[in-house]
């Protein structure tokens, strides 16, 4: 939900401004990453202005999951560590675009693509990602697919992913992580 224009009037230096970039993520959870966002709802600032930024942390071997952002394009840049980043292009083709990145390198997710990191060195790594959005939205593919309330059924499931039951059941059980702050 995009929030409402603020009579520039009434615009103060904070609505410009946010420091929660400026400390690490907590990276100890299940993916070993965390995403701290820079976006409308921290910097009412940015309303109608298109863009958008976040700060990445990841742990050694630690995964930014599989995602997608249905409002915009993401531009990733690598601050600190080695990442191997993939997207994956549209039905039918379904092409694995990847490559592994390192300090300074910066590597673009197209809009509404699934796409994800991986840290695959053995010290911490960082990076900032930046949208063509002020709310560009994230969809974390497991966690919608095998976390949704309520659930979706066991038998579309296996059959959707073409499994045993036991499977499905079993992804519907594990606690799905939110690598997101908010």
Do not use: C
Not at 58 to 85: D, F, K, S
């Amino acid at each position: 939900m995009e929030k409402s224009s603020k009579d520039p009037k009434l615009a103060t230096p904070n609505d410009f401004f946010f420091s929660g970039l400026r400390l690490p993520g907590n990276t100890s959870n299940k993916v070993g990453s965390t995403v701290t966002p820079a976006n409308v709802a921290q910097i009412p600032g940015l309303n109608t202005l298109g863009v958008s930024l976040a700060r990445v942390d990841y742990a050694p071997y630690g995964l930014n999951p599989p995602h997608i952002h249905p409002r915009a394009t993401e531009i990733l840049t690598v601050l600190e560590g080695t990442l191997y980043v993939v997207f994956v292009t549209l039905n039918p083709e379904n092409h694995l675009i990847w490559k592994v990145l390192y300090k300074g390198d910066v590597y673009v997710f197209p809009q509404g693509l699934i796409h994800f990191q991986l840290n695959v060195g053995t010290t911490k790594a960082v990076a900032i990602a930046a949208w063509s959005s002020q709310n560009p939205g994230v969809i974390t593919i497991a966690k919608a697919v095998f976390g949704s309330k309520p659930a979706i059924s066991t038998d579309i499931l296996t059959k959707a992913f073409q499994v045993d039951k036991n499977v499905g059941q079993y992804l519907q059980s594990q606690f799905w992580t939110d690598n997101h702050t908010y």
